[in-house]
């Protein structure tokens, strides 16, 4: 089992910028992709960022060059630096991670609210 906690949400201003975290516990060792997803009210959830335990990175077209996607492996931490934000950004944001043996976990979520 992996346990996912992610903080870091919150009311920011166009053009601001959030950083989300996702701590885990648990089953770490046996995470091999780590992601980030976003659900906006009435829409399906997408993925927005992801991360390989290579290190490879794949970011959805919209967030390229704004969103930022890191894991601190000394404090088993995921995050995503979001720079720029756009009130089309709005969403609650969750952590997903992928285990060996293909079951994924999710955290509970946290909202982000983008508007003047």
């Known amino acids: 089992q992996v346990q996912l906690v992610e903080s870091g949400g919150g009311l920011v201003q166009p053009g601001g910028s959030l950083r989300l975290s996702c701590v885990a516990s648990?089953?770490?060792?046996?995470?091999?992709?780590w992601r980030w997803y976003r659900q906006a009210p009435g829409k399906e959830r997408e993925q927005v960022a992801s991360l390989t335990i290579g290190g490879s990175t794949d970011y959805l077209d919209s967030v390229k060059d704004r969103f930022t996607i890191s894991r601190d492996n000394t404090k088993d931490t995921l995050y995503l630096q979001m720079n720029n934000l756009k009130p089309e950004d709005t969403a609650v944001y969750y952590c997903?991670?992928?285990?060996?043996?293909?079951?994924?976990?999710w955290g509970q979520g946290t909202q982000v609210t983008v508007s003047s």
């Open positions: 997903s991670v992928y285990e060996y043996g293909g079951l994924q976990y």
């Open positions: 648990g089953r770490i060792f046996s995470i091999y992709h």
